[in-house]
Each structure stands twice: as structure tokens, then as C-alpha cells.
């Protein structure tokens, strides 16, 4: 609630001892486990929410020793005050006091081995948003721990209530009397089940929950999932159509328009093989390679494919093979005449070399296929 800053401000300079004689000192042994569910060891970083005093705070710092990272946040200049006058043990990690509120922390994503809240997130003013920063600044894997009184949903939970209610009425000092907002603060603050599932819908993956008096006093431990891997932005499809003119080659483009889907690139590849003829030959040669290909790009719709032509020198099954390699080509189309092994072997097999070399598949073409 809004008042809280103020009102822990208050109660700062005594408020370990009365925290330990409201609970008959069973906050001693709450915090113990709490402590335990974070499985501390050297050298982790751990951000301690809602810090008070620091009593929590010191312990982690041991547990993590000299080579650790501790910080202590709280709302209450008051708290902190306290907090920094006792210096802790020997052999500690330095502890770093923060003020600021549990809903925006002043902390990088992902800056924190370990998280723990204790006696905090029911005093947040949206203690939904605190949960989502705490898994916020959580690094992957990392673990949170949440020590607190929740709302009763058992008998024996709503009686153990009723009765800190009736103790806490009977403060009439004025230094006591802002103890009362503990059982009152209960009525802000979320069921186990509630907090359990909110923890789930931020990422922190349930491991433990355990119980005392009832259902009245929690400590939950949960793990920050691995985040989802991220699916790979769909490409448009990369197309190298090899024709030379024939029919079987042309036969692609139907082919194309029927089996591919409007955006695909498509590059349509000629190849004038090497020839050692005299200059003129070679030319006219050359012509009919580029011809053959200008006439097969105009039978790809330009409105529904992206087509690049090109022409190439060389071996035609080799330089197929390398040109798709290089364009990333996710599919290489073929036409196939059909010619028997011995006049494979007599004319060369384009078709069957692609086949047997191509790093992506090969759709083959023949006069057979239907588009």
C-alpha cells in the first residue's frame, strides 16, 4: 500500500525484535528455509527485495562469500538506515543498499542469479507487477524465492489469521500500534495459489511450496524457464530453373506456377558449355544460349515471381551446381529428357550430375510430368 514506506520508517529501529515475538520466533526458521530453496553458494549474485533491515540480507552475503554480489532494495529510507549500520561478518560479499520499489527496479534484465522476496511482495502496491520484475531482473535457470504471509483458504490458515488479528488489535502503544497493519495486510495480499500461478505466468517454473500455520505463512521456490527458442523467420523460397530451350526445360516454368508460392525468387540459369570453335561459331553459339533462356524467363509471370536471369559459362552440370550453391538456393529445377545410359554417356547427363551433386533438392522435369 501506499502508506508502507512511511509506516516501516516508523517501526525500523524495532522491528526485528517485534517481527520475532509476533511470530512466537518461528520467522527465524521461515527464513531459514527460504534461505535453504535458494541453494547459495560462492560467488552467485542475489538481490534481496524488500531487504527491512538487512538481517536476510547479511546472511546471503555470507553464504556467497567475498567473491559474491549482494543488494539489498526497500522503499524505507528508515529500513535502510538500519540496515547499513551493521556491517556484517568477515569473508562476506559487499552488499550494495537500494532504495527504490519492487515494481521497477532499477536493474538490468537478467542481472541476478538468485532472487529472493521475504515479507515484501504483500506490502507492494501492485505486487502482480513486482513478480514480473523479479523474474525480470532473474538470469535464466536462475532460482526465486518468496518468503510471505499469503491469504487463507484453509480452516486452520483463517483461525491462525484470526488469532495474530487479535494480537495485533491488543497493541495500544503508540511505537506498536503500526504492527497492526500486518494482519490487516493480509487482506491485500494474494492466496498461495494466486502468487503460485502468477509466478507461472511471468516464466518461474514451480519446484517447491511449502506451509505453516495452515495455509497462513508461504515460502515458494520457482527457476526462471529458458527462454522459447525463436522460430527462424520463414524465407521466400530460392529457385534455380535451368533451361536450355527445350521443351522438357520449359516445361518448368508450369511447373513453377503451379508448385510455388507467389514471392519465390526465381533464377532462371543458362549455361553455354565451353566450345573451342573459331570466334564466329562460338558467338553464334552463345546467341542461341541467351535466346533460350529470355524465351523461358518470359514464360514466369513477373507479377507473381521474382525472376533473375543469368547466363553462365562453363560445364553445365558443375556450374549449376556451384550458381545454386552461391544463391542459397533451396531447389534446383531440371528438365530431363529421358535418354537412355549409353546415350547419357554419348550427349553428358546434366540432370543426373545435378542430381548426384546439388547440397538442395532437385526437381526433375520430363515430357511424362504432369504441371
Not at 151 to 175: C, F, N, R
Request: net charge neutral; glycine share 8%.
Amino acid at each position: 500500500m501506499a502508506e508502507t514506506s512511511e509506516l516501516f520508517d516508523e517501526i525500523a529501529g524495532h522491528y526485528d525484535r517485534w517481527s520475532s515475538l509476533l511470530s512466537a520466533a518461528g520467522i527465524r526458521a521461515w527464513h531459514g528455509l527460504a534461505l535453504e530453496r535458494l541453494e547459495l553458494k560462492a560467488g552467485l549474485a542475489v538481490l534481496d527485495v524488500g531487504c527491512g533491515t538487512g538481517t536476510v540480507t547479511r546472511k546471503i552475503a555470507g553464504a556467497v562469500g567475498p567473491s559474491g554480489r549482494v543488494v539489498g532494495l526497500d522503499p524505507s529510507p528508515g529500513m535502510l538506515e538500519v540496515a547499513r549500520h551493521d556491517s556484517g561478518a568477515v569473508n562476506q560479499a559487499p552488499i550494495t543498499w537500494v532504495q527504490g520499489h519492487g515494481e521497477a527496479m532499477p536493474f538490468a534484465d537478467a542481472e541476478f542469479d538468485r532472487v529472493t522476496a521475504q515479507f515484501s511482495v504483500r506490502n507492494m502496491e501492485q505486487w502482480r507487477k513486482g513478480i514480473s520484475d523479479m523474474a525480470r531482473v532473474l538470469r535464466p535457470r536462475g532460482l526465486l524465492v518468496i518468503l510471505d504471509v499469503v491469504q487463507p483458504v484453509t480452516t486452520l490458515g483463517a483461525l491462525a489469521m484470526q488469532s495474530l488479528k487479535t494480537v495485533t488489535d491488543a497493541l495500544k502503544s503508540p511505537e506498536l500500534e503500526p504492527y497492526r497493519w500486518l494482519s490487516r495486510s493480509i487482506r491485500h495480499a494474494p492466496t498461495g495459489e494466486e502468487l503460485t500461478q502468477a509466478l507461472d505466468s511471468v516464466g518461474i517454473e514451480l519446484i517447491s511450496r511449502h506451509y505453516w500455520l495452515g495455509d497462513l505463512v508461504m515460502v515458494v521456490a520457482g527457476r526462471r524457464k529458458l527462454p522459447a527458442p525463436r522460430k527462424p523467420e520463414p524465407l521466400d523460397p530460392v529457385i534455380v530453373w535451368a533451361t536450355d530451350g527445350s521443351v522438357s526445360a520449359e516445361r518448368g516454368a508450369q511447373w513453377l506456377t503451379r508448385h510455388m508460392v507467389p514471392g519465390t525468387v526465381v533464377h532462371v540459369v543458362t549455361v553455354c558449355p565451353t566450345v573451342h570453335d573459331d570466334a564466329a561459331v562460338a558467338a553464334t553459339d552463345r546467341e542461341a544460349w541467351i535466346r533460350a533462356r529470355d524465351e523461358s524467363a518470359k514464360l514466369i509471370a513477373p507479377d507473381r515471381f521474382t525472376v533473375r536471369s543469368t547466363v553462365l559459362d562453363g560445364e553445365p552440370g558443375p556450374s549449376l551446381v556451384e550458381y545454386a550453391r552461391a544463391v542459397g538456393a533451396s531447389l534446383i529445377v531440371v528438365g530431363e529428357k529421358g535418354r537412355r545410359a549409353a546415350a547419357e554417356r554419348i550427349m553428358g547427363g546434366v540432370a543426373a550430375y545435378v542430381t548426384r551433386h546439388a547440397e538442395c533438392p532437385v526437381a526433375l522435369i520430363r515430357l511424362g510430368n504432369q504441371a
